[in-house]
């Protein structure tokens, strides 16, 4: 057993309200340089939709993340060799449109305009040459359904049947999906580096690109699956979401995390197993999301312990993994997924499923089709199509609401619905709603703080700057 330590996030998308606040934090805090206009590197996406960077979940185009070839786990944008003989030509790049001409507005207009019989206005300007234009996209383009017909109905885990939806308003269903880099297990970004600049950190996991060493080559961009990789045009750097790692070094929050109207977020430690790492991601898709949790180990272990302390894992990290709301949600729980776990990076961000709105009929008879959300939808975003996964998870959910639902009305039919609907007792229940809907900021952060001066990086890139399983100790 080879432990490792993880800073790692949960999402409640039941409570995200879509209100942006998360985006628009970080990009005050790390995108407002020239060259950032366009990135996003916290997005709040509206499902169904075709999301940010335009269609980033059609790895037919950009061929992004790992595939199982010839039996075993391969970057989808090809070998080293592969890479190498076509590095000063990549076709599988986002472009300025996928993403959006950024803008800004002509303000100065409004008040230095010469006298005219006309109100002055503020024009659309590019950000790029400066010149007025006429806004096409935007970051959040299809925000609440806007345009469903033209942008949601193009959304690739959509059935044909639920595609006819957006002929019928009554009956559509949306979500909000909160995106950022996912700070995964095993990043395509940094195994597709052929300057070996990107790589994950011993101490705590996150993913960072070294500036120095970025050759601006961008085959990180073309082959993060989740787009959550930017080239900066300004600095000829690629540049990420760095997890606010100055603020989690000492104990706190992202700012996304931190700035959440919803309290959506919640931050804490995984420990996993390394040497099971390939074995668990080469698993096939229908027990992919299983397999990947199984790597993820339970930090009360003594056994667990013994290993993490020998692996030089700090006491207070391994206390914070015991006390880690994100082990609760995803392993004791299980009321997190992770978001297209077939793109086999294993991401460390979790998503709690969308189970609102609840039709009434879906409240009395409890079953899975009288949902808003159809579970193949979800299924298809979080689990590699795995419907009985997400099914499974809704049924928790809508346990611990029926129960303290029944509860609060000293309903007992109501209460013993909860407990048959989860297979929790009416402690773990309680608990499980605490945790959902009560948490308090400490309850939801629990990031101890970083000794740098310990750290180290994971060895993530061969000699020739490529991720080499099985040789490669990180
Ligand atoms: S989500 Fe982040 S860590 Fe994962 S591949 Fe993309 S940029 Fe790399
Ligand atoms: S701040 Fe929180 S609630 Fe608001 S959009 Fe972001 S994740 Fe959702």
């Known amino acids: 057993m080879d432990v490792r330590a993880q800073l790692s996030m949960v999402l409640h998308l039941d409570k995200c309200i879509g209100c942006h606040t998360c985006s628009v934090t970080c990009k005050n805090l790390w995108t407002n340089r020239k060259g950032t206009e366009y990135m996003w590197w ?20 950009f061929r992004g993340g790992w595939e199982i070839k010839n039996g075993s786990l391969s970057l989808k944008s090809g070998s080293k060799w592969g890479i190498l003989s076509r590095i000063f030509h990549n076709p599988d790049q986002p472009v300025m449109k996928d993403y959006y001409e950024p803008f800004t507005y002509d303000y100065a207009n409004l008040t230095d305009a010469p006298e005219s019989a006309n109100q002055p206005i503020a024009r659309a300007k590019s950000r790029i040459t400066g010149e007025s234009m006429n806004i096409e996209a935007g970051p959040n383009w299809d925000d609440d359904l806007g345009g469903s017909r033209e942008y949601a109905a193009k959304d690739p885990n959509l059935t044909e049947e639920d595609r006819v939806l957006f002929g019928e308003f009554e009956k559509i269903f949306m979500m909000y999906l909160p995106r950022l880099c996912n700070h995964c297990l095993n990043p395509a970004c940094a195994a597709a580096c052929p300057s070996g600049s990107i790589y994950k950190r011993g101490e705590d996991g996150i993913v960072l690109n070294d500036q120095e060493k970025c050759r601006a080559w961008r085959y990180c961009v073309s082959a993060c699956p989740y787009k959550k990789i930017y080239y900066n045009w300004d600095r000829g750097k690629s540049e990420k979401c760095i997890f606010c790692y100055p603020k989690s070094e000492n104990g706190e929050p992202s700012a996304c995390a931190h700035s959440c109207v919803g309290r959506i977020r919640y931050t804490g430690v995984l420990l996993y197993d390394y040497d099971r790492l390939i074995q668990v991601l080469e698993a096939p898709e229908e027990t992919l999301v299983e397999a990947l949790k199984s ?4 930090p009360s272990d003594p056994e667990v ?38 793109f086999r990076t294993f991401p460390m961000v979790f998503y709690v499923p969308s189970l609102s709105p609840v039709l009434r009929k879906a409240e009395t008879d409890m079953t899975m089709e009288n949902f808003r959300i159809p579970v193949k939808y979800l299924a298809s975003v979080f689990t590699a199509g795995n419907e009985a996964a997400v099914e499974d998870t809704l049924k928790k959910l809508l346990g611990i609401r ?13 209460m013993e619905k909860g407990i048959s609907l989860s297979g929790w007792n009416g402690r773990e229940l309680e608990k499980a709603y605490r945790l959902t809907s009560l948490t308090n900021f400490t309850g939801r952060f629990v990031i101890p703080k970083t000794r740098r001066e310990n750290g180290s990086s994971y060895e993530m890139q061969g000699a020739e700057g490529f991720l080499d399983h099985g040789k490669n100790k990180r």
């Open 42 to 61: 916290n997005n709040v996406e509206t499902r169904p939709g075709t999301g940010y960077p335009k269609n980033w979940e059609d790895q037919g185009k």
């Open 295 to 298: 790597c993820i180990l339970d």
């Open 305 to 342: 312990k013994r290993h993490a302390k020998k692996a030089g894992i700090e006491p207070d990290w391994i206390q914070a993994a015991e006390n880690s709301p994100v082990y609760a949600f995803v392993k004791e729980f299980g009321l997190a997924l992770p978001l297209h776990p077939e």
């Open 402 to 414: 029926s129960y303290m639902r029944g509860k609060e009305l000293a309903d007992k039919e109501l």
